[in-house]
C-alpha cells in the first residue's frame, strides 16, 4: 500500500512538473513557381515567398511567482534545393541549416523580457510589420532590406542596417495600454573598445483596435565586425488603421552614412491596403525608393498586388505580381535574377502553396 501511495506521489510530482515546462516544433513549408521579365527572362522554383521557409524549437518553463525562462532556436531553409542559404543577410547557396534567423534565451514576467542571443531588431519588428507582402517574395518592400544594399562608389560600402543583430541584449516591455517597447544592443565584440562594431535599436509600439503604430530608430557603429565602413543611423515609421472592409498601411524608412566624399542616403516610403475577399486576403502596394550613394542620385518605383487564399488554417496558395522600374539611369533595384531591361524595369509572378505546423 505504502509503495503505491509512493508510486503515485511520484507520477503527481512528475506531472506537475511536465506541465510547468513545454517544448514546441514549429515550422514553415513555402515553395511556388517564380517568372521574371527583364533584360533575360528567368524561371525556377523558389522558396519563402509568402512565408519563409523555416524550422524551429521555443520551449517555456514556469518558475514560479510570475517568472519563466524560455528559449527560442529558429533557421530558415530553401525547400528548392533542400540548403539552409535563407532568412539571413550573407547567405551562401549550398549552406548547411543553422539557427541564424533566432536563437535566444531568457526570462519573462512581470517587468517584461530580457533575452540573450540573435534575434530580429526592435526597430524592425516596429516598423516593417506593415509591409504586406511580409518582407518575402518579389513584392515585399525593399526599405528593410536585410544587409548587402550598398552605396555606388568602389568601396562598396553598406548604407544600411540588417533586420537582424547577433551578440545582442533584448528587452521588450510589457504592453501599457498599447504602448510596447524593444531594446537592443549588439556588443561589437572586438579589442578596440565597447563601442567599435556595436549595434543599438530601439522600436516603440502602439496597437489598440484597428490603430495601429510603430517608430524604429537604429545606430551601426563601423569596425572589425561590422559592415559598416562609417556609422549608420536609421530611423523608420509605420501605421495601420483597420476599417474592417479594408486595411489602409504606410511606412517610411531612411538610413545614412556620413563619408568624407559626402553623404550616403537611402530613403523611402510607400502605402498599401489589404482586404479580405472571399476566403482569401488580396494584397496591393505602391513603393518609392531615394537613393544618393557617392553623390550619384536614383530612384525606382514598384508596384506589386497579390492573392493569398486559405484552404484550411494551415494552408494557403497565393499569387503575386510586381513591377519595378529605376529612373534617373540608376540600377539599383531588381525583383531578383535576370536583370533588369534597357529602361530599368522589370515585372514578374509568383504561384505557390504555404504550409504552417
Not at 503527481?12 to 510547468?20: I, K
Not at 534545393?81 to 541564424?100: L, M, R, V
Not at 519573462?108 to 516598423?127: I, K
Not at 497565393?318 to 539599383?332: E, F, P, R, S, V
Request: charged share 15%; glycine share 16%; hydrophobic share 35%.
Amino acid at each position: 500500500m505504502k509503495k503505491s501511495l509512493i508510486a503515485l506521489a511520484v507520477l503527481a510530482a512528475s506531472g506537475a512538473a511536465m506541465a510547468q515546462s513545454s517544448v514546441t516544433l514549429y515550422g514553415v513549408a513555402d515553395a511556388g513557381v517564380t517568372y521574371l521579365n527583364g533584360n533575360d527572362n528567368w524561371s525556377g522554383v523558389t522558396s519563402g515567398n509568402n512565408l519563409t521557409s523555416r524550422l524551429g524549437f521555443r520551449g517555456t518553463e514556469d518558475l514560479g511567482g510570475g517568472l519563466k525562462a524560455n528559449f527560442v532556436l529558429e533557421g530558415g531553409f530553401n525547400l528548392d534545393n533542400g540548403d539552409g542559404a535563407s532568412g539571413y543577410a550573407g547567405a551562401k547557396a549550398g549552406e548547411g541549416f543553422q539557427f541564424k534567423r533566432r536563437s535566444t534565451v531568457g526570462l519573462s514576467g512581470g517587468f517584461g523580457e530580457v533575452r540573450m542571443g540573435r534575434e530580429l531588431t526592435a526597430a524592425y519588428n516596429a516598423t516593417a510589420r506593415y509591409d504586406v507582402f511580409g518582407s518575402v517574395g518579389i513584392g515585399q518592400s525593399r526599405l528593410w532590406a536585410d544587409g548587402g544594399v550598398v552605396d555606388a562608389s568602389a568601396n562598396a560600402t553598406a548604407v544600411t542596417t540588417n533586420q537582424r543583430i547577433s551578440n545582442a541584449l533584448t528587452y521588450v516591455s510589457p504592453d501599457f495600454s498599447g504602448f510596447k517597447v524593444g531594446v537592443n544592443y549588439g556588443f561589437g565584440e572586438t579589442t578596440n573598445g565597447n563601442s567599435d562594431s556595436s549595434y543599438m535599436g530601439a522600436g516603440l509600439m502602439y496597437d489598440n483596435g484597428p490603430l495601429s503604430l510603430g517608430l524604429g530608430l537604429e545606430r551601426l557603429n563601423n569596425g572589425a565586425n561590422s559592415v559598416a565602413v562609417s556609422d549608420i543611423d536609421a530611423w523608420s515609421l509605420g501605421g495601420s488603421y483597420d476599417f474592417g472592409v479594408a486595411k489602409l498601411l504606410a511606412g517610411y524608412r531612411e538610413s545614412k552614412v556620413d563619408r568624407a566624399t559626402g553623404e550616403n542616403k537611402r530613403l523611402g516610403y510607400y502605402v498599401a491596403a489589404t482586404a479580405p475577399v472571399g476566403a482569401g486576403t488580396v494584397r496591393v502596394s505602391y513603393n518609392r525608393y531615394e537613393n544618393e550613394l557617392a553623390n550619384v542620385k536614383g530612384k525606382a518605383d514598384q508596384f506589386a498586388i497579390g492573392y493569398v487564399y486559405g484552404l484550411s488554417k494551415r494552408t494557403s496558395v497565393y499569387g503575386t505580381y510586381a513591377y519595378i522600374k529605376n529612373k534617373d539611369g540608376a540600377n539599383l533595384y531588381t525583383l531578383g535574377s535576370g536583370g533588369l531591361k534597357t529602361n530599368g524595369s522589370q515585372q514578374g509572378m509568383q504561384v505557390g502553396i504555404t504550409h504552417t505546423f
